[in-house]
């Protein structure tokens, strides 16, 4: 069994930064991609960031392309999310999750989940 674990949300004005980490359990961490997403009140979640099992690529939403940075370490089994200039409308949930396919963006893609961090933007 897979166990994902957020931290690092909190309240931060716009413009300033955050870094979210997922800590994972289990041996199989490094054989997948892994992903964040994030969740608005009365949104529906919707893809952050992608990085493959070896950290060599990455994918980002256009909407925190260049603001946001996703990395991972396999040793650590752990995946984070930095957030730089950041808006309010970054305000929500934050999940991280496993990827079945290295070219996951859909929620339906992802198999198992975090349960989740908060981040709010304030203006």
């Known amino acids: 069994q897979v166990q994902l674990v957020e931290s690092g949300g909190g309240l931060v004005q716009a413009g300033g930064s955050l870094r979210l980490s997922c800590a994972a359990s289990?041996?199989?961490?490094?054989?997948?991609?892994m992903g964040w997403f994030r969740q608005a009140p009365g949104k529906e979640r919707e893809f952050v960031a992608r990085?493959?099992?070896?950290?060599?690529?990455?994918y980002y939403a256009d909407t925190v392309k260049g603001r946001f940075a996703i990395s991972r370490d396999n040793a650590k089994n752990t995946v984070y999310l930095q957030m730089n200039s950041l808006k309010p409308e970054d305000t929500a949930v934050y999940y991280c999750?496993?990827?079945?396919?290295?070219?996951?963006?859909?929620?339906?893609?992802?198999?198992?989940w975090g349960q989740g961090t908060q981040v709010t933007v304030s203006s």
């Open positions: 999750a496993r990827a079945i396919d290295h070219t996951a963006t859909k929620t339906w893609e992802y198999d198992y």
């Open positions: 289990g041996r199989t961490f490094s054989d997948y991609a």
């Open positions: 990085i493959s099992w070896s950290g060599a690529m990455t």
